[in-house]
């Protein structure tokens, strides 16, 4: 079920840690958001030392009101919440083209050192292999680690994408959110991997598509629901060309 305070919450609390800076609107839309869990209820509060015989009348009325509000003011607070966090899930929609754009030199640094360890890492990968490959291959996979923790940080963020109403009735299909193939071929180097349960426990780690689909050389990209769809509908043509020119 679609909860909008649910989802506007964790971008509360995980988009500020993506190390770019958040868009303006974006950010008042969240401190708005959050500061509305801070409302609190009203108490009524009656002391009878600042009753008289003039105003009694007015002290039952306004404790009445205050009743009714408190009495109220759960409900209203939630409408309130609610309203908020779709505004925060609509500037948040909105302010994935530039976190992409500021995201774009963590995520090209970290590929390229990933890059650079797995070239010195055996196809293979096993704990065996580690082994004979020698200890410029354990060095390796310590780099390897350390930019695929980097990589997974991002592909978490790509992967909500599809809870905002800007990606509503998209996938977010893990075997391409990090990948841009250009040949049908490629695209079955990334579903394989995903698709595939019996990898290495290390190939595990690492994440079986980040390690095929650099292994094979499949260009990377930061892709959005949108971009993933796109990506999709241009090789399925790509591939129905190709059968096409086969029979003739």
């Not at 500020?16 to 801070?38: C, H, M, S, W």
């Not at 997974?152 to 996938?171: E, N």
């Not at 299909?173 to 426990?201: G, S, Y």
Request: charge should be negative.
């Amino acid at each position: 079920m679609f909860d909008p305070t649910f989802i506007a919450t964790k971008i509360s609390n995980d988009w500020g840690n993506l190390g770019v800076r958040l868009p303006k609107t974006l950010k008042e839309a969240i401190a708005v958001y959050d500061e509305v869990q801070y409302v609190e209820a009203p108490h009524p509060y009656v002391d009878p030392k600042t009753i008289t015989t003039d105003n009694v009348g007015d002290v039952v009325a306004q404790v009445t009101d205050d009743l009714v509000a408190a009495e109220k003011h759960a409900e209203a607070k939630r409408r309130v919440r609610e309203a908020l966090a779709r505004q925060v899930l609509n500037a948040a929609g909105a302010a994935v083209p530039t976190l992409l754009e500021g995201l774009k030199p963590q995520f090209e640094a970290a590929v390229a050192k990933f890059q650079s360890a797995a070239g010195r890492l055996p196809y293979d990968l096993s704990a065996e292999s580690l082994v004979k490959a020698g200890p410029d291959a354990l060095a390796a996979l310590g780099e390897a680690r350390e930019a695929s923790a980097e990589i997974k940080r991002i592909d978490s963020w790509l992967a909500h994408l599809v809870d905002l109403p800007a990606y509503g009735g998209h996938d977010s299909d893990p075997a391409l959110r990090l990948f841009a193939p250009e040949t049908p071929e490629q695209l079955h180097v990334l579903t394989n991997a995903r698709a595939n349960k019996r990898h290495d426990q290390l190939v595990k780690e690492l994440d079986p598509v980040l390690w095929h689909g650099i292994k094979a050389g499949v260009p990377t990209a930061l892709n959005t629901p949108h971009d993933i769809a796109r990506i999709r509908e241009e090789l399925e043509e790509k591939a129905r060309a190709a059968a096409v020119a086969a029979r003739v």
